[in-house]
């Protein structure tokens, strides 16, 4: 999920670890700088990818800029029980006036979420392309939120285990993209998935149930929930 900023080039190839399109290995995250960058370079292959996130790894970079790959020590997550509905969400979930999708119009999901943030956002071509191969391979997943038929919120996220990362939500109406977090959060509870790992604070996140927890205690789930 978004997390702002501006990230340069230049303090990315200052970074020691350089990745190669030949292999999939990455530096151990207690390698990775205070703010989380980890490496830079490689590619984002299926497999790299697949890699990265099941070592808690994730990329996030300017567009046009070299790959960049993180790693921050304290991770914000929500675990799926902890979602927090608030009094006037549950009204507009009774309403019935909205209704959620899991795994529909992918594509159209990451578009909107790359649209509304035109001018700041690190979804590019390259990465619509990557997670799209990555939902064909069964390991990513999205919540579409609709209204009238019409697609007005989403997110979408990476899944691999019992482990969800989330990558980005959007909202065209007020509280769609909570409508899609709550909704996710009730099917990966079904499914016993561990957390979902929002990566960065927000606000927002925290408002329904983020919270910080420490490197020791998210390696140990990421674990337990990936193998």
Same mark, same amino acid.
């Given at each position: 999920?978004?997390?702002? *900023? +501006?990230? @340069?080039?230049?303090?990315?190839?200052?970074?020691?670890?350089?990745? #190669?399109? #030949?292999?999939?290995?990455?530096?151990?995250?207690?390698?990775?700088?205070?703010?989380?960058?980890?490496?830079?370079?490689? &590619?984002?292959?299926?497999?790299?990818?697949?890699?990265?996130?099941?070592?808690? +790894?994730?990329?996030?970079?300017?567009?046009?800029?070299?790959?960049?790959?993180?790693?921050?020590?304290?991770?914000?997550?929500?675990?799926?029980? !902890?979602?927090?509905?608030?009094?006037?969400?549950?009204?507009? +979930?009774?309403?019935?006036?909205?209704?959620?999708?899991?795994?529909? &119009?992918?594509?159209? +999901?990451?578009?909107?979420?790359?649209?509304?943030?035109? *001018?700041? @956002?690190?979804?590019?071509?390259?990465?619509? #392309?990557?997670?799209?191969?990555?939902?064909? !391979?069964?390991?990513?997943?999205?919540?579409?939120?609709?209204?009238?038929?019409?697609?007005?919120?989403?997110?979408?996220?990476?899944?691999? *285990?019992?482990?969800?990362?989330? !990558?980005?939500?959007?909202?065209?109406?007020?509280?769609?993209?909570?409508?899609?977090?709550?909704?996710?959060?009730?099917?990966?509870?079904?499914?016993?998935?561990?957390?979902? &790992?929002?990566?960065?604070? @927000?606000?927002?996140?925290?408002?329904?149930?983020?919270?910080?927890?420490?490197?020791?205690?998210?390696?140990?789930?990421?674990?337990?929930?990936?193998?």
């Amino acid at each position: 999920m978004y997390y702002g *900023g +501006i990230i @340069t080039e230049k303090r990315a190839l200052a970074m020691a670890f350089k990745l #190669t399109k #030949t292999s999939y290995l990455f530096p151990p995250p207690s390698l990775a700088d205070p703010d989380g960058l980890l490496a830079f370079g490689g &590619d984002l292959s299926v497999g790299r990818l697949l890699s990265a996130y099941s070592s808690g +790894i994730f990329p996030w970079y300017n567009p046009g800029d070299e790959l960049l790959w993180w790693c921050p020590r304290e991770r914000f997550v929500i675990f799926p029980k !902890e979602i927090h509905v608030s009094r006037s969400m549950k009204r507009l +979930i009774r309403a019935n006036e909205y209704e959620t999708r899991l795994n529909a &119009d992918f594509a159209e +999901i990451v578009k909107n979420c790359r649209q509304l943030r035109e *001018g700041e @956002t690190w979804i590019s071509d390259e990465i619509e #392309t990557a997670y799209a191969a990555l939902f064909g !391979e069964g390991y990513a997943a999205c919540v579409g939120v609709y209204k009238d038929g019409v697609l007005v919120g989403g997110l979408y996220g990476v899944a691999i *285990g019992q482990c969800f990362f989330g !990558e980005s939500m959007f909202s065209k109406v007020k509280n769609a993209s909570k409508l899609a977090l709550i909704a996710l959060c009730k099917v990966l509870d079904e499914h016993e998935f561990l957390f979902v &790992d929002c990566q960065f604070h @927000t606000p927002h996140l925290e408002k329904m149930g983020g919270r910080y927890i420490s490197w020791l205690e998210y390696s140990r789930l990421l674990r337990a929930g990936v193998r």
